[in-house]
């Protein structure tokens, strides 16, 4: 009898040992070694790796509560979906997601390629790397696993079905809470916010009723609104890159949702990034050319993605209906509009929440994170109650920077 026919959290010893019983990655002589590499808010996360080649894969596996907190109690099928979605992508995004090679659902956990020869994209950022083909790697993923798992493209049976195989309540109450819900009440006292900024927070925020309402429309949306099968949790930290190469990982939020679900959070990890630039580099000529190189990456993601997505629409547009003439622009603006709302929601859940990412809490100067933040979550609130007027890569820039001539540094 195996010691893996019934499930148990693995430490680095006993994926030893899973590896060599359950996959044939390695030859029988391999001298492995293993480390727990995870830096999530989830899940256990292993490189088990061969002394003596080059061989080497990762084992990810799913506990039944959150790394961030035990509050969080979890459906350990979110790993199955997390397989089926990479493999999923792996179809209709080649050389974009990292090769499965096995799903356990006994041990919920996956085993996948090593992309240690990448780096994670926040962390490259923060260490101020340009990418220059990013822009266009990562447009053709959100297309191609946005559109083509849309009513605009699947029979429409086959996308309920989808979407019934893909309903991941436990993560997406998740997202309904941190990013939907606390950032502006507080109601849980979870929230953790820089003291400095606490009570502009409150004023801000906390007490900001039309705000509010947009915030709860924009939260009934996400939870009714089943129009594309989603990653979850597109930011720079589910991302690997080279110069060359761009793989996106962590698809464990995956479900069915709005499209500018995934391409807003996406915009709003890059603005952090401009934030951390702006805040962490002394020298003035290479803090402008490197917030530039950032403002550019932004438009050009935005105006990418509309070029790519109109060509992708009439390419594989299926439903009659949907061939109406000024139909595709019409709901290109519908995806627009959420991507810039949710660009807002995520600058806001980020810093005001409980989930925080390195390129703001990195930063040592109190009064530099404090005009980082303000900067940050002033554009925020313009993202979601004007969400209309963002049309284009330069209106999400120039919020940005009409923001930052507001705050002296």
Known sequence: MSRFDQYFLMKPK??????????????????????????????????VWDKNSDKSVIVKQAGDTARI?????????????????LQLEGK??????????????????????????????????????KFPLFADHITTFMVNTLLLTTDIVMEHKE????????????????????????????????????????????????????????????KFDFMNHAQALLHGDLHSGSIFVKPDSTY????????????????????????????????????????????????????????????????????NVTEILAKVEGFDQWYLDTVLRDT????GLELSRRIIGMAKVKDITGI???AARLRAERICLTA?????????TFKNGKDVIANVKKVEKQFSR
């Open 14 to 47: 006993d994926v030893i040992e899973y590896v060599i019983e359950k996959l044939t990655i390695f030859d029988e002589k391999a001298d492995l070694e293993c480390k727990e590499i995870g830096d999530g808010n989830l899940n256990y996360v292993f490189r």
């Open 69 to 85: 907190s035990d509050d969080f109690k979890l459906s350990t099928d979110r790993n199955r979906i997390e397989a089926e979605i």
């Open 92 to 129: 209709l995004a080649p050389g974009h997601v990292p090769e499965v090679y096995k799903y356990d659902p006994i041990m919920n956990c996956c085993s996948m390629q090593d992309l240690s020869d990448h780096v994670i994209m926040r962390q490259a950022l923060i260490e101020h790397k």
């Open 159 to 218: 996308k309920k079905m989808a979407v019934k195989n893909y309903i991941n309540p436990e993560l997406c109450e998740i997202t309904e809470d941190l990013v939907y819900t606390e950032p502006y009440n507080n109601y849980r006292d979870r929230n953790i916010v820089f003291e400095p900024n606490l009570e502009w927070i409150k004023k801000e925020f906390y007490e900001d009723k039309e705000l509010h309402l947009e915030v709860a429309k924009l």
């Open 248 to 315: 996106v990982i962590d698809p464990e939020f995956a479900f069915y949702g709005p499209i500018g679900y995934d391409v807003g959070n996406l915009i709003a990890n890059l603005i952090f990034a401009w934030a951390n630039a702006d805040a962490t580099i002394l020298d003035e000529a290479e803090r402008i050319d490197y917030m530039t190189w950032l403002e550019n990456l932004i438009v050009e993601i935005v105006d990418l993605f509309k070029e790519k997505f109109l060509k992708a629409f009439q390419e």
């Open 340 to 343: 810039a709302a949710v660009t």
């Open 364 to 366: 040592e100067d109190e």
């Open 380 to 388: 925020a609130k313009k993202f979601i109650k004007q969400r209309d």
